[in-house]
C-alpha cells in the first residue's frame, strides 16, 4: 500500500500549526519503507514550514502539494466574495475551530478565483510545490439547511435564467421545504434514483437545482485546474463520499475528468462536515426522513458506522477517470472522531479488497497518534 499525507497547518497566518522536524520523523518509516507516494500540506503563510519540509522531501524524492482551500476558510482576508443565500440571511455555519469555519464564497464570482490564483502566485509560487491539492470545493452543505443552499446574488440568478431555471420558484421551493416539517407536507421530498451523475429528487425545480449547482462548481473549478496545470502544477482535489457530495455541488466523474488524483473523504466516524454520519444527519434534518431513508436503502444502513455505504462507494469510485485515492480518519480530535488502530486497520482491509493501492490517512499527520501510524505499515 502507498500513502499519501495531508497536513493542516492552519489558515492564512504567518505561523505554522504544524512542525516540519515532527512531521518528518512521523514520515520517515514510510519512506524508508518505501510507502510515501506523496505529501499535502496548506495553507498557512509560513513559508519557513514549507521550506524546511520540501527540502528534506525533495531529498527522498516524495512530491509536496500545497493543500489550498478554494471556496472557504480564507479567515481574516477581506477579498473574497461571500454566497448569498435563499433567505437572504448569513448562513449557519458548522465551526470547527478558528481555523475552519466553513464560510463560503460564491463560485460563479470571477474575482473569488482570480484572488485564489493570485494568493498562490504571491506567496506560495516561490516553494516550487509539485501541485495543488485543492479544498473547499464546494457549497455549503445540508449542514446549513435548504435555505442555505447555493447563492442567489445578482450574478448567480442570471446564471440560474441562462440554465433554464427560475431562481424566484426555486428560492420558494427551498424556503417552503425548509419551514415545514415533513409531517406537514403534502409531497415530502424523495430521492428516486442515484447514478454516478447524482441522485434525482421527485420536485422538479429541486431537482434542476442540485444539478445545476454541480454544474456551476465544475465550471470554476475546471477553470482554476486548468490555470494551475498552465503553471506546471499537477492538481488534486478533496472530495465528499460521492453520495452526499450531490447536495454539495459535487459530482465525482466530472470533476475527475480535468483533475489528476481526487481524495474522496470516506469518513465513517467524524461527527463534523464531510463525516458521513454527520452528512447523513444533516440530509435527514435538511430534506426529512423519507429522503434520509432512500438514501439508506440505496447505499445501505448506519450499522457498523456506515460500512455498507463505503462498500458502496468503492465501488462506483472505479467509474471515476483520474486516480482515485480514498481517504480515510487516521487521527484523533476530541469531541470530533477518536480513532483506534483496529478502525484504521478495518479501513484499509475495506479499501485493499476494492483494489486501491493508494490511499489517504486523513485528515492531520500533526494529530494521528503513534499506534495508529503503527497500524498503517
Not at 57 to 64: R, T, Y
Not at 199 to 213: G, K, Q, S
Given at each position: 500500500?502507498?500513502y499519501v499525507?495531508?497536513?493542516?497547518?492552519?489558515?492564512l497566518?504567518?505561523?505554522s500549526?504544524?512542525?516540519?522536524g515532527?512531521?518528518?520523523?512521523?514520515l520517515?518509516p514510510?519512506?524508508?519503507a518505501?510507502q510515501?507516494?506523496?505529501?499535502?500540506?496548506?495553507?498557512?503563510?509560513?513559508?519557513?514550514?514549507?521550506?524546511?519540509?520540501?527540502?528534506t522531501?525533495?531529498?527522498?524524492?516524495?512530491?509536496?502539494y500545497?493543500?489550498?482551500?478554494?471556496?472557504?476558510?480564507?479567515?481574516g482576508?477581506?477579498g473574497?466574495?461571500?454566497?448569498v443565500p435563499?433567505?437572504?440571511?448569513?448562513?449557519?455555519?458548522?465551526v470547527l475551530?478558528?481555523?475552519?469555519?466553513f464560510?463560503?464564497?460564491c463560485?460563479?464570482?470571477?474575482?473569488?478565483?482570480e484572488?485564489?490564483l493570485?494568493?498562490?502566485?504571491?506567496?506560495?509560487?516561490?516553494?516550487?510545490?509539485?501541485?495543488v491539492?485543492?479544498?473547499r470545493i464546494?457549497?455549503?452543505?445540508?449542514?446549513?439547511?435548504l435555505?442555505?443552499?447555493?447563492?442567489?446574488?445578482d450574478?448567480?440568478?442570471?446564471i440560474?435564467?441562462?440554465?433554464?431555471?427560475?431562481?424566484?420558484?426555486?428560492r420558494?421551493?427551498l424556503?417552503?421545504?425548509?419551514?415545514?416539517?415533513e409531517?406537514?407536507?403534502?409531497?415530502?421530498l424523495?430521492?428516486l434514483?442515484?447514478?454516478?451523475?447524482g441522485?434525482?429528487?421527485?420536485?422538479?425545480?429541486?431537482?434542476?437545482?442540485?444539478?445545476?449547482?454541480c454544474?456551476?462548481i465544475?465550471?470554476?473549478?475546471?477553470?482554476?485546474?486548468?490555470?494551475?496545470h498552465?503553471?506546471?502544477l499537477?492538481v488534486?482535489?478533496?472530495?465528499f463520499?460521492?453520495?452526499l457530495?450531490?447536495f454539495?455541488?459535487?459530482?465525482?466523474?466530472?470533476l475527475?475528468?480535468?483533475?489528476?488524483?481526487?481524495k474522496?473523504?470516506?469518513y465513517?466516524?467524524?461527527?463534523?462536515?464531510?463525516?458521513?454520519?454527520?452528512?447523513?444527519?444533516?440530509?435527514?434534518?435538511a430534506?426529512?426522513?423519507?429522503?434520509?431513508?432512500?438514501c439508506?436503502?440505496?447505499?445501505?444502513?448506519e450499522?457498523?458506522?456506515y460500512?455498507?455505504?463505503?462498500?458502496?462507494?468503492?465501488?462506483n469510485l472505479?467509474?471515476?477517470?483520474c486516480?482515485?485515492?480514498?481517504?480515510?480518519?487516521a487521527?484523533?480530535?476530541?469531541?470530533v472522531?477518536?480513532m483506534?488502530?483496529?478502525?484504521?486497520?478495518?479501513?484499509?482491509?475495506?479499501i485493499?479488497?476494492?483494489?486501491f493501492?493508494?490511499?489517504?490517512?486523513?485528515?492531520n499527520?500533526?494529530?494521528m497518534?503513534k499506534?495508529?501510524?503503527?497500524?498503517?505499515h
Open positions: 500500500m502507498q499525507f495531508q497536513c493542516f497547518t492552519g489558515d497566518s504567518e505561523v500549526l504544524a512542525d516540519a515532527i512531521l518528518l520523523s512521523k520517515k514510510f519512506h524508508e518505501g510515501l507516494k506523496a505529501v499535502m500540506a496548506g495553507w498557512s503563510l509560513d513559508l519557513d514550514f514549507y521550506r524546511s519540509l520540501k527540502e522531501l525533495d531529498q527522498w524524492g516524495v512530491p509536496l500545497l493543500k489550498l482551500a478554494v471556496f472557504s476558510e480564507w479567515n482576508y477581506e473574497f466574495e461571500k454566497t435563499a433567505d437572504g440571511r448569513e448562513v449557519s455555519t458548522h475551530s478558528s481555523e475552519e469555519t464560510e463560503f464564497r463560485p460563479t464570482s470571477e474575482h473569488n478565483l484572488e485564489v493570485s494568493l498562490y502566485d504571491r506567496h506560495f509560487a516561490e516553494i516550487g510545490f509539485s501541485g491539492f485543492l479544498d464546494r457549497y455549503s452543505s445540508l449542514t446549513s439547511g435555505a442555505g443552499m447555493g447563492c442567489f446574488c450574478r448567480c440568478q442570471r440560474y435564467r441562462r440554465k433554464g431555471l427560475d431562481p424566484d420558484k426555486v420558494e421551493k424556503l417552503h421545504y425548509a419551514s415545514c416539517p409531517p406537514e407536507l403534502q409531497q415530502p424523495r430521492l434514483e442515484y447514478t454516478n451523475d441522485w434525482r429528487v421527485n420536485d422538479p425545480e429541486l431537482d434542476a437545482f442540485f444539478r445545476v449547482r454544474e456551476i465544475e465550471e470554476s473549478l475546471g477553470r482554476l485546474i486548468d490555470a494551475f498552465e503553471r506546471g499537477k488534486g482535489l478533496d472530495l463520499a460521492p453520495s457530495g450531490y454539495a455541488g459535487q459530482r465525482f466523474r466530472y475527475g475528468k480535468k483533475a489528476d488524483f481526487v474522496p473523504m470516506l465513517r466516524y467524524t461527527d463534523a462536515p464531510a463525516g458521513i454520519p454527520f452528512e447523513v444527519d444533516a440530509l435527514r434534518d430534506l426529512g426522513e423519507s429522503a434520509a431513508e432512500d439508506l436503502s440505496v447505499f445501505g444502513t450499522a457498523e458506522h460500512r455498507k455505504l463505503v462498500e458502496q462507494e468503492l465501488t472505479r467509474s471515476c477517470s486516480d482515485v485515492y480514498p481517504g480515510f480518519e487521527n484523533t480530535v476530541p469531541g472522531v477518536t483506534s488502530p483496529e478502525r484504521v486497520k478495518d479501513m484499509l482491509n475495506l485493499q479488497k476494492s483494489s493501492d493508494t490511499v489517504v490517512p486523513s485528515w499527520l500533526a494529530m497518534p499506534e495508529n501510524l503503527i497500524e498503517l
